[in-house]
Structure formats: C-alpha cells, structure tokens
C-alpha cells in the first residue's frame, strides 16, 4: 500500500489523519509522512491500517475500496479492562503530542543555536576586519584609512566612536 492510497481510503472513509491515527494506534506524524512519500512503512504497519479498512495490503486500490472503513471486530471485555485501554489510549495520544512538541522544540532550539554561532562568526570576522585595519592605518596613516579603521571598529563595537 503506497501513501497515496492510504490517503484515498482515508478519505473515502470520512476520517481525518488524527482519526485514523485514535482508531488504529498509528501515529498522527507517520500517517502524514507515509501519504506524503516521505517514509515506507513496514510491513505490520500496512497490515494494520489495511485491517483496519478491511482490504488486503498487497492489493490495494483506491477504486476498489470500501465507502466506509469497517471498524475492526471488538473482542468481549471487561469494564475494568475497557477503562485500562481507554486510559492507555489518552497515555498514547499524550506522548504522541508531547513528542511532536518536543521535536517542534529541537528544531527551535537549533535554529537558535545556529543563530548564535552566526552572530560569533560575524563578530570573528569585524574583528579580523578590524586587525587589518589597524595593519593598513600603521602603514599609511592617511585619512581615509583611519576612516576605514573608524568604520570597522564601529561595525565591531556596535556605536559610535
């Protein structure tokens, strides 16, 4: 089952990513990913969603599914028991979210990082612009290298001197 197709049935059943995501345990983010192209899912995870809508996950096709996914058969439990798999689903779908939040953080966290290591490289460089300024001014104290010492020590320094 390619992506496409998954997103064909998923559509043709009137559910959203997040719902299919409640209703077979796959997560939000690899639902999204697998109809996008960007991953390959194993094959459990086919043969998961493909129960789900009850076709067979070697030969799906999108004109040939159902209208609406066939919810899977439910086994006889216990009350106790239904109310552990319901906690267990709202632990799940918790830990999905927080996870997403984490990876949103990650990324955030980087760009930061990477800011601050640009900010180092731009100050490495108006000192080094700096240094040769200095060298050019020793050499040929002219008023135009002292502006241009000036200028860099103001770029360096951030005001004015």
Do not use: C
């Amino acid at each position: 089952m390619e992506g496409r197709e998954l997103k064909g049935l998923r559509e043709r059943a009137g559910l959203t990513q997040q719902q299919l995501s409640q209703k077979t345990g796959v997560s939000r983010s690899l639902i999204s990913q697998w109809e996008n192209g960007v991953i390959s899912v194993s094959a459990a995870t086919k043969k998961r969603i493909a129960d789900f809508f009850g076709v067979d996950a070697m030969s799906v096709s999108v004109e040939n599914a159902p209208e609406k996914a066939q919810e899977p058969p439910r086994i006889a439990t216990s009350e106790a028991a239904r109310q552990e798999l319901d906690a267990l689903t709202r632990q799940y779908v918790q830990l999905n979210q927080n996870l997403e939040q984490m990876l949103g953080w990650l990324t955030a966290h980087d760009l930061s990082a990477l800011k601050e290591s640009a900010s180092a490289l731009m100050q490495a460089v108006d000192t080094e612009t700096v240094f040769r300024q200095v060298k050019s001014f020793q050499q040929h104290k002219t008023a135009s290298s002292r502006e241009a010492l000036t200028n860099a020590l103001t770029r360096l320094l951030g005001e004015e001197l």
